[in-house]
């Protein structure tokens, strides 16, 4: 009688804890994706200080980075790659930063942070809050080799995502030098695609991880921003899918800076 009344009494006090210890684990993985968020605008801001003032680009996929439209950012998600094969034929390839890359492949946006050994072996690129999907780490290892589709890497954050003016239709990227910073401004944040365990990182918490102009980094709750993305859809696109338009991405990222 004594044992069971024993098992019982741990029985309960396991299920008080489990909660409590899941929540924890849970912050810290969010304070990890801060972190990283942290360091990738530190690694930004000393590449732009060794760069003439230049923020890491984004070239686009021929022609486009041989037509004058690098940092054309009219689909928010090219901000999230690192690295880019335009031929598709480098797939599970390790990436070397020492040297030149192979023909038609670049390293894009954060990405030329790592060639330059501003943010160590690449592990910032990935939340560690995402275990599995196509934005994880699990999606590209050994650590930064090319996924088997597409021969890219594709980070857990969109990397300076926003564009000009949207509105306007002027597509061009905001901030392609340091000088261009305005404020407490989107810089970066989680990538936002649909709400789903594999691509929402901080789906129960309810919220984005955001880097800003000014260096801080924090995790920002927003039912508002969920709620909008919510709203947003996937559509057809050549080679695959664009989730959302431009204009409902910068919806979400002007409530992410408020």
């Known amino acids: 009688m004594e044992l069971l009344v024993v098992i019982a009494i741990i029985a309960v006090l396991a299920a008080l804890l489990l909660p409590a210890l899941s929540s924890a684990k849970a912050r810290t993985r969010r304070l990890g994706c801060v972190n990283n968020l942290r360091q990738m605008g530190t690694g930004s801001a000393v590449y732009a200080g060794d760069s003439g003032d230049l923020l890491p680009p984004w070239r686009d996929y021929a022609p486009f980075n041989r037509n004058g439209k690098m940092n054309y950012m009219n689909e928010s998600h090219f901000s999230r790659y690192v690295w880019l094969d335009e031929n598709h034929s480098h797939t599970k390839w390790k990436l070397n930063g020492n040297g030149p890359q192979p023909a038609d492949c670049s390293f894009e946006n954060a990405g030329y942070l790592y060639p330059a050994k501003y943010i160590g072996d690449g592990t910032i690129y990935f939340c560690p809050s995402l275990t599995r999907g196509d934005y994880s780490e699990e999606s590209f290892e050994p650590l930064l080799t090319t996924e088997a589709v597409k021969g890219c890497v594709r980070s857990s954050y969109f990397y300076n995502p926003r564009c000009t003016d949207v509105a306007a239709g002027n597509y061009l990227r905001r901030y392609q030098k340091s000088s261009q910073f305005e404020g407490h401004k989107l810089f970066g944040c989680d990538v936002i695609t649909a709400l789903r365990p594999d691509y929402t990182a901080h789906l129960k918490a309810v919220g984005y991880s955001v880097l800003f102009t000014d260096g801080a980094a924090k995790f920002v709750k927003s039912p ?31 409530l992410l800076e408020q």
Do not use: E, H, K
């Not at 969920?226 to 002007?254: C, E, I, K, Y």
């Open 224 to 254: 508002a921003a969920f709620a909008a993305v919510n709203q947003m859809r996937s559509s057809s696109a050549p080679g695959g899918s664009l989730f959302g338009t431009p204009a409902q991405l910068d919806q979400v990222f002007d």
